[in-house]
């Protein structure tokens, strides 16, 4: 095919196009492999939203731990243990309220702040009661299970959000998968490629 082609002719077109599909793979390469960087980004930005959900459920258990040990024993220590769990529950709800970027995840987040607002408003309201000496009225208004039903459908809103976190992650990871995988497809290709030209220009 090349044959009769000058010899300058030859060796231009046997340096032009592989140089032409280097250019091409590189900056196809660069795409992908930034594309590669956006997912791993994003796969970090899940796992660590999980593990900040799994410190909210933390948090909603020692909440209630400790709310039960001041209504009953008026434990300072538990009151203490309280109040530090609340602490990390709105600072890690708003960590959250700042990372998190599905719109259903952030629906989910908001009901878990109110019911939380709620629930510590109720919780406050036994312990100013045990602090007015009033125990025994704390301990039949918490028998009367409202802030227990309040815990329970705190725990379900904060499992459910993880459990959708942990999908989303999932999608993270095999989008990072793909976007790596064609990194390596780019380079295969451009390679086959560039040695196809440079056997048939030898030809």
Known sequence: MFKNLKLRNRILLGYVPPILLLIVSALLVYQSVRTAQRQTEMVEAANAIVDDVKDLAFDVAKMQRANRGYIIFKNERSLKSYEEAEKEFREGSEVLRKNVTDPKQMESLQKIIEISDRLAESTNGLISLVNQGKQNEAIKEFRSGAGISMAYDLEKLVEEFEKREKEILSERQKEQSSAMNSIVRVIF???????????????
């Open 189 to 203: 290709i451009g390679t086959i490629l560039s040695v196809v030209f440079a056997v048939a220009i030898g030809f």
